[in-house]
């Protein structure tokens, strides 16, 4: 099976080579997709045995993912993993989450803080700002997930076929669970551990989700 | 009255450049037609004030000056959604262009 690890890295010179390191140990074909860093993001990942795509101008994660997506699908993926550059996820959790998917059962998987694994995050996110994000993709989407932007996912070669990346930023997250629903994909959840090294997305973050996601049902 | 024939001049410059646009095809003929009937319309405002009173009396409005106001907001949320529509199909249409770029010249090990 072709599984293919895209990892969208804008300006993670201090963090990626860990990430890389971890998966040069795993059996997967490795994409990074360089969102135009300034810094030596690049320079760090060019000698590692992955391939590297790269954006001449910053377009944001969604955009990035949606690159590494394309060119997986091009080089005959069968199963396409979504794993952060910062090093917050667990590459030897990649073979759990792929796992609904090589049995047949599942299209989509989605990893979960709140399934069981232990994850150190802030307060603020876990108590306010995570729910609050859950209410909006229930209210706006009509979805019930129990980690509503959670970056660790993977497709099926259907999944990734059929889920066009439309949102640059990131609302790309509600934007992935919305179709993969929409498309009537199978979904699963699977529990997932999270290494908080900063806080990650705030509540500006979320305002310009929520916007995003609006202004996408307007427009279209 | 001397306000008036600074907006006159003004008023033809543009239309004499939107008769350029129209010529060397950079607009549409509905464009073309909106955008002079507005411009227009500007004009006559501007040399017989009363009409919008007469227009504001036949809509319900109170008064010209409000029915100006009124239209004036429409027109400038219209032009606004318009923009940030078009905005989008660029940036889209930008992304895709980084897209395809990225992965002709991909890079592997």
Avoid at chain 1, 52 to 69: E, P, V, W
Avoid at chain 1, 142 to 151: A, V
Avoid at chain 2, 26 to 53: D, N, Y
Wanted: glycine share 6%; proline share 3%.
């Amino acid at each position: 099976m072709n599984i293919y690890v895209i990892i969208p890295a804008y300006n993670e010179e201090k963090r990626i080579w860990q990430v890389l390191k971890d998966l040069s140990f795993l059996p997967y074909q490795v994409v990074v997709v360089d969102d135009a860093s300034t810094d030596q993001t690049v320079a760090v990942v060019r000698p590692f045995p992955v391939t590297l795509l790269r954006h001449k101008i910053n377009r944001d994660q969604g955009a990035a993912l949606q690159t590494g997506n394309q060119y997986a699908l091009e080089q005959g993926a069968d199963i396409i993993v979504h794993f952060d550059a910062d090093g917050q996820f667990v590459a030897t959790e990649i073979e759990e989450m792929i796992a609904p998917i090589v049995s047949g059962h599942y299209d989509v998987v989605f990893g979960s803080r709140f399934l069981g694994k232990h994850s150190k995050m802030p307060w603020l996110k876990k108590s306010v700002i995570l729910p609050i994000a859950r209410l909006v993709n229930k209210i706006v989407l009509h979805i019930e997930l129990t980690d509503p932007q959670n970056g660790f996912r993977v497709l099926s070669r259907k999944a990734a076929q059929q889920i066009s990346i439309e949102q640059d930023g990131k609302a790309h997250c509600s934007e992935i669970i919305a179709k993969a629903f929409g498309q009537g994909l199978k979904v699963k959840e699977v529990p997932v551990t999270v290494i908080y090294h900063h806080f990650g997305q705030g509540f500006g973050d979320g305002w310009r989700i929520l916007k995003d996601l609006l202004l996408s049902k307007i427009v279209k | 009255m001397f306000l008036q024939i600074i907006i006159t001049l003004f008023v033809v410059i543009i239309l004499f450049k939107l008769f350029k646009q129209k010529q060397n095809n950079k607009i549409s003929l509905g464009g073309f037609i909106v955008w002079c009937l507005l411009w227009l319309a500007i004009l006559v405002v501007f040399w017989q004030p009363e009409t919008t009173s007469y227009l504001a009396n036949l809509l319900g409005v109170g008064r010209g000056a409000d029915l100006i106001v009124y239209i004036s907001i429409v027109v400038i949320f219209y032009i606004l959604f318009k923009v940030s529509v078009r905005l989008n199909k660029i940036d889209a249409e930008i992304t895709k262009l980084v897209r395809e770029d990225a992965i002709k010249h991909v890079e592997k090990r």
